[in-house]
Nanobody, 119 residues
Framework: QVQLVESGGGLVQAGGSLRLSCAAS????????MGWFRQAPGKEREFVGR????????YYPQSTNGRIRISRDSAKNMMFLEMNDLKPEDTAVYYC????????????WGQGTQVTVSS
C-alpha cells in the first residue's frame, strides 16, 4: 500500500490562496492515479480532482469552478493542490489518496490537512 502524507494546510482569509502538498512513498511505481478529496464538518467527503500518474492527465469536477489546480512531480512522488479565491465554504480537511488501477478504488489515504478559510 502506498503511504501518503499531506501538508500545507492552515488558516487563510477569504479570497486568499493556499497550496497543499502530498508526499507519496512505498509502491509508488504502481500508482495509477492520485486524487484530492475534502470533508467539511457534518458533510460527506467530496472529490476535488485527480491526476493520472503516468501522463499527468487531470480531471476536475465542475463544482470546483476553475479555482483549483492539481499538479504533480512524479520524480519526487509529490502531488500538489493549489486553491485560489478561497471561500469559507472551502473549509475542510483535505485528503490525498491513491489508486492502483483504473477500475480500482482509492485505497491509500493520507491523514488529512486542515484548511480553514475565515470570512
Amino acid at each position: 500500500q502506498v503511504q501518503l502524507v499531506e501538508s500545507g494546510g492552515g488558516l487563510v482569509q477569504a479570497g486568499g490562496s493556499l497550496r497543499l502538498s502530498c508526499a507519496a512513498s512505498g509502491g509508488t511505481s504502481r500508482i495509477y492515479a492520485m486524487g484530492w478529496f475534502r470533508q467539511a464538518p457534518g458533510k460527506e467527503r467530496e472529490f476535488v480532482g485527480r491526476v493520472l500518474w503516468s501522463n499527468g492527465y487531470l480531471y476536475y469536477p465542475q463544482s470546483t469552478n476553475g479555482r483549483i489546480r492539481i499538479s504533480r512531480d512524479s520524480a519526487k512522488n509529490m502531488m500538489f493542490l493549489e486553491m485560489n479565491d478561497l471561500k469559507p465554504e472551502d473549509t475542510a480537511v483535505y485528503y490525498c489518496a491513491a489508486k492502483l488501477s483504473e477500475s480500482g478504488s482509492y485505497d491509500s489515504w493520507g491523514q488529512g490537512t486542515q484548511v480553514t478559510v475565515s470570512s
